[in-house]
């Protein structure tokens, strides 16, 4: 019984080592299971979402929403009935997302130098590096004809949840744009290999 729950414990973070492998295309590829990120980080990350998304579109959406409980999201601006950019600034459900699952890949590959360095190259590459700008835009600029995320579970590993809150992210991915990818199970999932695995020993 103990082996069998060492051998499962083991192959769940051996999935999550191999997170720093898992090529994207976009940080709308990348899903995360939400019950590996706080409640109240996934509020904070839809707060951000919705916030972003107005501003984007002029302060007038079409369809603007965000459900902290599963990570489902539209943005479409209602002047073209379009999804703006929305994979390209920071504080938007893709990169909270694309964040939460380069820190739980990095966590996933400590010592491993060059699991670390795919984590880098193959998630964090992709994440955002645009700051939302401060007051709506004129003229919002159409990624898709429409947008919707939705996350579900997966066996992939980030907004980091520190930047949420102050952080894969969890996860949504557009289906206008790509259809899901999976994402990590969570930190807890190593940690408690590990000991499983020492236990046993």
Excluded at 65 to 79: F, G, V, Y
Excluded at 101 to 130: E, H, M, R, W
Excluded at 161 to 172: E, H, I, L, Q, Y
Aim: net charge neutral; with cysteine; proline share 5%.
């Amino acid at each position: 019984m103990r082996a069998a729950a060492a051998i499962v414990a083991l192959a769940i973070a051996s999935a999550q080592a191999q997170n720093s492998n898992t090529k994207y295309t976009s940080e709308l590829d990348m899903t995360i299971d939400p019950n590996t990120v706080s409640q109240t980080v996934r509020a904070t990350w839809c707060q951000g979402q919705t916030n972003t998304c107005g501003l984007l579109c002029n302060a007038n959406p079409d369809k603007n929403t965000c459900s902290e409980n599963d990570l489902k999201w539209q943005c479409t601006c209602a002047s073209n009935s379009s999804m703006p950019g929305i994979q390209y600034y920071r504080q938007t459900m893709p990169t909270y997302i694309c964040q939460e699952l380069f820190d739980q890949c990095i966590k996933a590959n400590v010592g491993n130098q060059d699991g670390q360095k795919g984590c880098t190259n193959n998630i964090s590459a992709l994440c955002a590096k645009i700051d939302p700008p401060s007051a709506a835009v004129s003229d919002p600029g159409s990624a898709s004809s429409s947008a919707s995320s939705s996350a579900g579970p997966s066996a992939t590993a980030s907004s980091p949840s520190s930047a949420a809150t102050g952080n894969k992210v969890s996860s949504t991915s557009s289906r206008a744009l790509a259809g899901p990818t999976a994402a990590p199970v969570g930190n807890g999932a190593l940690v408690a290999a590990m000991g499983l695995v020492a236990y046993i020993l």
